[in-house]
């Protein structure tokens, strides 16, 4: 049910319980709505998120957290759970996972969320979700100096995004793969790597993944 869905049937249910008397459809609207604000407070998290990379991107010094996105995914995940909605609770388990990967460096907070998100994706057939855990988990086992690891997550990862046609997202994936190879004396591996990356984000216009892409280049 779409959001537009849900707010129609609140005012449905509530002229119901107004003209009825029936109040105990009201319960039913409120669920409703509490679907649809978790809804909105995970897409404004992951707004902010965005802004957040785009900022770095850009050069110049790091950027701030933004102090509104952590408790945007908390509340997310709160009402996820009241209403026993595993998927969006696992996709917000994730996001407050990258969070703390991503903008606080804190693998140490940020593996744990991710775990779990990634059992409740793989729990309820969400592959995106799943896919996307992995990738960051392989990207901290990376960062903790366990290259093997790291591989296996980052491939499963681009396996499940593969399935799921997200093509960007497996050639940023041979990003990570290619400095894993640099890193055992596969130089040769890695740069076919990079090579496959950048014809998969030229083909599917990602520009920001061609430019991470030519910059590995000049690191490898």
């Known amino acids: 049910m779409s959001a537009g869905d849900r707010i129609g049937l609140a005012r449905t249910l509530y002229e119901r319980a107004v003209f009825s008397g029936d109040v105990s459809v009201l319960a039913d609207a409120e669920r409703g ?10 897409a404004r998290g992951r707004i902010l ?3 957040f990379l785009n900022e770095r991107g850009s050069g110049g010094s790091s950027p701030a957290e933004d102090p509104a ?34 903008i606080r460096r804190d693998n140490e907070a940020a593996v744990p969320e991710l775990e779990q998100s990634r059992r409740l994706a793989a729990q309820v057939g969400d592959k995106p979700t799943q896919a996307e855990a992995l990738r960051h988990l392989g990207i901290a086992a990376h960062m903790a100096g366990r290259p093997d690891e790291a591989r296996e997550r980052l491939e499963e990862s681009s396996r499940l995004f593969r399935e799921i046609g997200a093509l960007p997202v497996v050639a940023a ?10 890193g055992q004396d596969r130089r040769a591996d890695a740069l076919a790597t990079l090579d496959e990356a950048h014809a998969i984000a030229q083909a599917h ?16």
């Not at 709505?33 to 995970?42: C, G, P, Q, S």
């Not at 709160?78 to 994730?94: H, I, K, N, P, S």
């Not at 994936?173 to 640099?182: D, H, K, Q, S, V």
């Not at 216009?205 to 490898?220: P, S």
Request: proline share 1%.
């Open 173 to 182: 994936n041979m990003i990570g793969l290619a400095y894993i190879a640099a």
């Open 49 to 51: 998120h965005a802004r």
């Open 69 to 102: 996105e952590l408790p945007l995914f908390e509340r997310a995940i709160e009402l996820y759970r009241a209403l026993g909605d595993v998927r969006g609770e696992g996709e917000a388990l994730f996001w407050i996972g990258c969070l703390h990967q991503v």
């Open 33 to 42: 709505l509490d679907a649809v604000e978790a809804d909105v407070a995970l």
């Open 205 to 220: 216009g990602a520009h920001a993944i061609a430019r991470q892409i030519e910059q590995a280049r000049t690191e490898i």
